[in-house]
């Protein structure tokens, strides 16, 4: 990959892309075209057969493991690996399937990161939030739906902080899962990158899956995982018991401070934002 810089080969620019302008902050004429609603409903679609797959996941680890059953065994079912799996992989199929119509976000905690980048405007950030959130509820009915016995038995698939752990515990682990998430999307979307590897804009979906299946590898054990807070929201809403609803505040807190933390290093310091604005600054003529 070239680099920026004075032995660029002649003939060619040294910045061979363009970063898009900022999106605006309300922009009130998405509201009447059909590529905004599309995009809504891609949303919704992708969240909910995100929530639908891998809370049957999860519940299926669980009946399979139940020593109260008859022949189960401990070892049976997928383990911690093949849920990091179902996450991982729900996340890169549908991905790659939405990306062209949403962008595929299928998390708050992305499109808030995204929003604070200006990415995308507030209008469309807050249809996406509400979107994933209504996706989520619904995904998890038609497991409750489908198997209703297992599904109370079995915790309903809800991310609840573990015993043994403090609350700043896990939320420090939902801060760094996001921000590892966040960081990926970023990276794997770079409009610089893009320009110069043409392979770039096919494969991201990849590594945003890579990255949610390694965050689940290693905070299953604290939270069950949220950094997503649509994904903690939907089970919390449809399996309503006491204990996901009083740690609730973590699934969403930590997620959306890990966005934005992301969002400010990948923006401002790899990208040089804040540079880049003071020396526009300082390049002004002067009255």
Not at 113 to 123: H, I, N, T
Not at 245 to 251: G, L, M, S, V
Request: charged residues 15%.
């Amino acid at each position: 990959m070239a680099k920026d810089d004075a032995t660029a080969p002649r003939g060619f620019s040294g910045k061979d892309y363009h970063d898009p302008p900022p999106a605006p902050l309300f922009d009130a004429a998405e509201l009447g075209k059909w590529s905004f609603y599309r995009a809504i409903i891609a949303e919704f679609i992708a969240t909910l057969l995100f929530l639908y797959v891998t809370i049957l996941t999860v519940i299926g680890y669980s009946s399979q493991t139940d020593t109260d059953k008859p022949g189960a065994d401990a070892c049976d079912g997928v383990g911690i690996l093949g849920i990091a799996w179902a996450f991982g992989g729900m996340i890169f199929v549908l991905v790659y399937c939405t990306a062209g119509i949403s962008g595929g976000h299928i998390n708050p905690a992305v499109t808030f990161g995204l929003f604070l980048a200006r990415k995308v405007s507030l209008v469309r950030a807050v249809a996406y939030i509400v979107a994933q959130c209504l996706g989520a509820v619904c995904g998890t009915g038609l497991v409750k739906a489908f198997q209703k016995a297992y599904y109370h038995k079995y915790g309903g698939g809800a991310n609840q902080l573990a015993l043994g752990y403090s609350k700043g515990t896990g939320l420090g682990a939902e801060i760094v899962g996001t921000f590892i998430l966040v960081y990926t999307v970023f990276s794997a979307t770079d409009p610089k990158r893009s320009a110069r590897d043409s392979h770039v804009p096919v494969l991201a979906p990849l590594p945003i899956g890579f990255a949610v299946f390694m965050v689940h590898l290693a905070t299953i054990p604290i939270t069950g995982t949220g950094i997503n807070p649509a994904r903690s929201f939907g089970p919390a809403v449809i399996l309503n018991h006491e204990k996901p609803w009083n740690d609730q505040w973590i699934f969403w807190v930590g997620p959306f401070v890990g966005a934005a933390i992301a969002a400010f290093y990948h923006q401002f310091i790899l990208r040089a934002g804040a540079v880049k604005a003071l020396g526009s600054f300082r390049s002004s003529p002067s009255v």
